[in-house]
């Protein structure tokens, strides 16, 4: 049977939404914002060496230049984190408070061990709505020797002689790796002296700041020996 073309085409013809109809898919809202940043620790015989930069920044507006991203827990540890900063400053009171109780309980501050499965335990528990922070544990061991817990989103942990977190991690990391590793390296000498570390951590910052927009200003260094910590702060580029 014949059907004229006119006729078929009418049954598949839809009439063009009117403008008044349309609406724009708006930004959902999300309870998560990277402020972003980087943040390292190298841990050597005898101490350890946390470095974190001081900007804070939301996309790209930057809301501080003065905003550490470390915090020490207790004489021998410290926490360094990078991602979302008011996460970091609740789980920072979180574990204030539970090593202060602890201090109190035992009479004795908690070992960099107990604090890193403390801190283990705390992200797990928040695993389905986990807090949006990327950290790093660092202090001194019971020899007091430098050693370093890094971490993801919900707890699972890895102890390691040095680590990065953070925006500037894949910038970073590579570096630490032929310097402190040797890998791909034909002079296989690895850096030993405290001011060596010093000297490569800085580089590393420097270079960050200058391809990763959410690092720079300032970098601050805790230096954390058995004797005491020292802090030290170095500029970076501001724009």
């Given at each position: 049977?014949?059907?004229?073309?006119?006729?078929?085409?009418?049954?598949?013809?839809?009439?063009?939404?009117?403008?008044?109809?349309?609406t724009?898919?708006?930004?959902?809202?999300?309870p998560?914002?990277?402020?972003?940043?980087?943040?390292?620790?190298?841990?050597i015989?005898?101490?350890?060496?946390?470095?974190?930069?001081?900007?804070?920044?939301?996309?790209y507006?930057?809301?501080?230049?003065?905003?550490?991203?470390?915090?020490?827990?207790?004489?021998?540890?410290?926490?360094?984190?990078?991602?979302?900063?008011?996460?970091?400053?609740?789980?920072?009171?979180?574990?204030?408070?539970?090593?202060?109780?602890?201090e109190f309980?035992?009479?004795?501050?908690?070992?960099?061990?107990t604090?890193?499965?403390?801190?283990?335990?705390?992200?797990y528990s928040?695993?389905?709505?986990p807090?949006?922070?990327?950290?790093?544990?660092?202090?001194?061991?019971?020899?007091n020797h430098g050693?370093?817990?890094?971490?993801?989103?919900?707890?699972?942990?890895?102890?390691?002689?040095?680590?990065?977190?953070?925006?500037?991690?894949?910038?970073?990391?590579?570096?630490?790796?032929?310097?402190?590793k040797?890998?791909?390296?034909?002079?296989?000498?690895?850096?030993?002296?405290?001011?060596?570390?010093?000297?490569?951590?800085?580089?590393?910052?420097?270079?960050?700041?200058?391809?990763?927009?959410?690092?720079?200003d300032?970098?601050?260094?805790?230096?954390?020996?058995?004797?005491?910590?020292?802090?030290?702060?170095?500029?970076?580029r501001?724009?």
């Amino acid at each position: 049977m014949y059907i004229p073309v006119n006729d078929m085409l009418k049954h598949f013809k839809q009439d063009a939404p009117a403008m008044a109809n349309i609406t724009h898919k708006s930004d959902q809202w999300s309870p998560y914002h990277d402020n972003s940043g980087t943040v390292l620790a190298v841990g050597i015989p005898g101490a350890v060496i946390v470095a974190g930069d001081t900007r804070l920044s939301n996309g790209y507006n930057i809301l501080s230049r003065d905003a550490t991203k470390l915090s020490q827990l207790t004489d021998k540890c410290v926490l360094a984190t990078a991602g979302q900063y008011a996460d970091f400053i609740a789980l920072r009171k979180f574990l204030q408070q539970r090593l202060q109780l602890y201090e109190f309980q035992n009479e004795v501050q908690a070992s960099t061990e107990t604090v890193a499965h403390l801190l283990s335990r705390e992200l797990y528990s928040r695993r389905f709505f986990p807090y949006y922070t990327f950290n790093l544990l660092a202090g001194l061991d019971e020899n007091n020797h430098g050693v370093v817990y890094g971490y993801d989103a919900i707890g699972s942990y890895d102890q390691m002689t040095y680590g990065v977190q953070g925006s500037g991690q894949e910038l970073v990391v590579a570096v630490l790796d032929n310097q402190l590793k040797g890998y791909n390296k034909i002079n296989k000498t690895i850096p030993q002296t405290r001011e060596e570390i010093l000297d490569i951590i800085l580089d590393c910052f420097s270079c960050a700041a200058e391809r990763d927009i959410h690092t720079g200003d300032n970098v601050e260094i805790l230096i954390i020996t058995a004797a005491g910590t020292e802090r030290i702060v170095k500029p970076l580029r501001k724009d």
